[in-house]
Structures are given as C-alpha cells and as structure tokens.
C-alpha cells in the first residue's frame, strides 16, 4: 500500500510505534529476566507515538495542503507473532527487527518530508531514538 500524504506518513508511524509497544510491554510480561529491557522498549515506543501525535497536532494545515510522492510502507511492516509463543533469542531477534524497520522508516519518510522542516527534523529525531534503543539490543549482542 503507498502512502502518498503527510497524514498517512504520520499515521503509519504513529500505528507503528503502538505495535512495536504492544509487542514490548507483552513480550516483557512472558520473560522475567529481560522484563527492564523490555518495558524500557515498550516505554520509548509509547513516547515515539506521542511525538508523532504532537507533530501531527502542530502541522495540521501541512497535513491538509501537503501532497507526497507515493511511499511503499510494505517492507516497514512486521506482525511478529505473541511473544509467548517465542524463545528468548526469537524475542530479542524481533525486537531488534521491528526497532530496525522503525528507523529505516523515519530516515526514508524523513527525506520525502523535507519540504516540510519542523516534520523533517522530528523523523529525524526519532530515527535518532530508535537507534539508540536498536544500540541497546547492540549491547546484548542481538
């Protein structure tokens, strides 16, 4: 599917964090030892998805007058299964691939936006975010 506005560019991400959060916070539920880790994720998702409401809310008259070239979101989507049902490495394994896609998707959508400053430099912010919490898994060796 393309996205082809501002407010679905802002939309999918927006879908997006509160998918990599749920995944989080219930993957964090199913293994005691990397809960911290974990619900640390599910938290920078929930305050990624915050951010983009807010840009959202302050962009409101771009979003309306801003047309974009198409943008293919297919290969940022990953449904990566219940979390209960995965080992620990799996767990870890996604958690790295949903936060990977998640920055591939701001710098990607950060381009297409330069036209709109105050948007572009948010992408770029939180493509910023997600590495460093892709960093963190880094740090585990995942």
């Known amino acids: 599917m393309s996205l082809t506005n501002f407010g679905g560019l802002l939309g999918?991400?927006?879908?997006?964090?509160?998918?990599n959060a749920a995944f989080f916070a219930e993957a964090a539920a199913c293994f005691e030892p990397d809960k911290?880790?974990?619900?640390?994720?599910?938290?920078?998702?929930?305050?990624r998805a915050k951010e983009i409401?807010?840009?959202?809310?302050?962009?409101?008259?771009?979003?309306?007058?801003?047309?974009?070239?198409a943008f293919d979101e297919t290969p940022f989507v990953r449904n990566p299964g219940p979390p209960r049902e995965m080992a620990r490495e799996e767990?870890?394994?996604?958690?790295?691939?949903?936060?990977?896609?998640?920055?591939?998707?701001?710098?990607?959508?950060?381009?297409i936006l330069k036209r709109l400053p105050e948007v572009a430099q948010a992408f770029i912010g939180l493509a910023k975010?997600?590495?460093?919490?892709?960093?963190?898994?880094?740090d585990l060796g995942i």
């Open 129 to 138: 975010k997600s590495r460093r919490d892709v960093g963190r898994l880094a």
């Open 12 to 19: 999918f991400a927006l879908e997006m964090e509160k998918r």
């Open 53 to 69: 409401e807010r840009t959202r809310r302050e962009n409101v008259t771009e979003m309306i007058l801003e047309n974009l070239d």
């Open 91 to 111: 767990i870890l394994s996604t958690a790295r691939d949903l936060l990977n896609r998640s920055l591939r998707y701001y710098e990607e959508a950060g381009l």
């Open 36 to 47: 911290p880790l974990l619900d640390g994720l599910a938290k920078e998702s929930g305050l």
